[in-house]
């Protein structure tokens, strides 16, 4: 893992915004995320209403984490997809790189048609996040870099 | 299209951007310029039956809603964890940007290690909750070298992460002294905190212990 950060500039964050709407409305999904592997939620579109996300987010990256632990001990990489159908709500998973693409859908769709959208935006998102690696800034500095002792007992008061 | 290293977006506090902060322990503190929200990992680890589990769920129960989100407890129907526990707390505001802090538990029986493995991915800070009681010494040790270990398998150094070590069931009679404990278990001079998690003493002094140091690396950049 190189030691830089990556950053997704404003124009990067309404593209992949804009990806997820379009791939909500193709699909006729209700709701469609992207979350790091690690549980971080980075975008979501969609009929969110009091769905608690942050929990969500965390709930995938488990999930996804859980089942490439038992792909490994059979010899696979990992398992790219993964697809949960409940009675009315269904929820889709596709691994795309260090991120899940998360969509969640009901009986307006199928999980065949959330599958194919998933995997034709999967490649877009990924050639997106290609370039935005690629173009990693090295000269970055944390913006709580400036932090001081104080700000942080604030906290704690 | 493609970006390139000296484009004139430069991230600035009013601009929309993530910046997924990598460094070379490959620690991931999400900063999101958008909601000005900071993002940390802290996980709670131990062996069976310590108290990681009670320390979130004094943390959940003595803060206020709108400052936390759910308590998600993956755990057995005898309320052993089986996957992790996991809750969202927001301690405030630094530099106008939310601290929010993800707190995970790992499963601390033995048989479970793969999960404990997969929960470290992507830590920021790591509380080691000992149990106190002479019985559970030996599991103190195993469970210890067990978390040095994980770290290593994710490229992470113990020696390095922020750390804080909790000697829990300060309060039940069979207890080691701590300043015996601390012999045994300190590590790198990290802070030791003495609690009783049922009753919360040294809940929240453990959490600000490691949120200082999680804070301070941010800091360094």
Redesign the interface.
Known sequence: ??????????????QIKAVLARLRMDASAKAVFLV?????E?ASQGELGNL?T??LA??AA?NV??T??MAQLIGEKEFPTLSHEGDRESIHISVVGRLLLVVLFDDRSSLGLVKLRSKQVSQQLSRMFD??T??????????????TDE??????N | ?????H?P???T?T??????????Q?A?T??NY?SRE??C?IVYYGPGLCGKTTNLQYIFDSTAPQAR??L?S?ATETDRTL??D?M?LE?????G?K?RF?LYTVPGQVFYD??R???L??VDGVVFVADSQEERMDANVESLYNLEENLAAQ?YDLMKIPYVLQLNKRDLPNIIPASELTAELQRKGEPVVEAVASSGTGV?DTL?AV??QV??E????
């Open positions: 893992m190189p030691d830089t950060p990556i950053l997704l500039r404003e124009q990067h964050y309404h790091d592997k690690d549980g971080q980075i608690d942050t929990s965390s709930l488990g984490a859980a490439g632990g370039e935005i690629e173009a990693n800034s090295d000269d970055l500095e944390s913006p709580f870099a400036g932090i700000d942080i007992d604030s906290l704690f | 299209m493609t970006l390139n290293r484009s977006e430069l991230p506090r601009s929309i951007a993530y910046l997924i902060k990598t460094n070379d490959q991931m999400f900063i958008a900071i993002n990992k989100g759910k998600i993956l996957f992790f996991f969202p301690l405030g505001t630094v530099r940007f601290t993800h793969a999960s493995k997969l929960i991915k992507g490229n929240f600000k949120a200082k804070l301070t941010l800091r360094k950049g």
